[in-house]
């Protein structure tokens, strides 16, 4: 398995206003995945970063939105951009199992709310 | 477009009942059906099936794949108090990594 970590653990913003969420992983991971989570509903993905690339973002979600850096291969960010109350969700950070096998674990997750 | 169902939305047992919890889908090139516990916030990985009729088990809880019929079953036998949470299910498809999620199921277990 592999331990997450993520910073903020919760924040109130005012909208208009910007976040950076901090993912770091204990060991050497290709992909790692941030997710997001609006309040009463299921796992959406937002983008894939892997290292030394650019992210590759889902349908519905854009760079400008939702900026990511990949520096190295035990971290990554996610900034919230221009925040307002519809982007008060969980954002949560994933990685796949680093020996190999199929599963993806999560970070305790960043719950992030807009006024 | 790659669908997951899971049901029932919500369900109240009272502690030491056994549960059924369902999830069907609908993806091309299914790969893997991943279930999860979450309390808070995090998901908590609980098992992981790639192959149809091998039954896995942890303590209490099992899970076993039916990948003609396209569905899941998570089964929690003598309930606590402590297995309330949301369970998600989620499955990944051909070579991508991404996972598509159900809606999840609500338990609630009471005394």
């Known amino acids: 398995s592999a331990v997450i970590s993520q910073k903020p653990s919760r924040d109130i913003c005012q909208r208009g206003t910007s976040l950076t969420i901090q993912c770091q992983v204990d060991?050497?991971?290709?992909?790692m995945f941030w997710y997001r989570q609006q309040p009463g509903q299921s796992l959406t993905l937002i983008a894939t970063?892997?290292?030394?690339?650019?992210?590759?973002?889902e349908s519905g979600f854009v760079i400008d939105k939702f900026p990511i850096s990949r520096p190295n291969l035990t971290f990554s960010t996610l900034t919230v951009s221009n925040m307002s109350p519809e982007d008060s969700s969980i954002y949560l950070c994933?990685?796949?199992?680093?020996?190999?096998?199929?599963?993806?674990?999560f970070g305790p997750g960043t719950r992030l709310t807009v006024l | 477009e790659d669908k997951v169902v899971q049901s029932p939305l919500s369900l109240v047992v009272h502690e030491g009942d056994t549960v059924t919890l369902n999830c069907s889908y609908e993806?091309?090139?299914?790969?893997?059906l991943l279930w999860y516990k979450q309390e808070k916030k995090a998901p908590t990985f609980l098992f992981m099936l790639?192959?149809?009729?091998i039954e896995k088990k942890s303590g209490r809880l099992s899970s076993i794949l039916d990948k003609k019929e396209l569905f899941s079953i998570l089964n929690i036998t003598a309930t606590q108090t402590g297995d309330s949470a949301v369970y998600l299910c989620?499955?990944?498809?051909?070579?991508?990594?991404?996972?598509?999620f159900g809606t999840g199921t609500r338990l609630q277990v009471t005394l």
């Open positions: 994933s990685v796949e199992d680093p020996l190999g096998e199929d599963t993806q674990y």
């Open positions: 060991s050497q991971v290709t992909m």
């Open positions: 970063a892997n290292q030394g690339s650019e992210a590759t973002y």
């Open positions: 993806v091309t090139n299914f790969r893997s």
């Open positions: 790639t192959s149809s009729g």
């Open positions: 989620a499955v990944k498809a051909g070579t991508a990594s991404k996972l598509t």
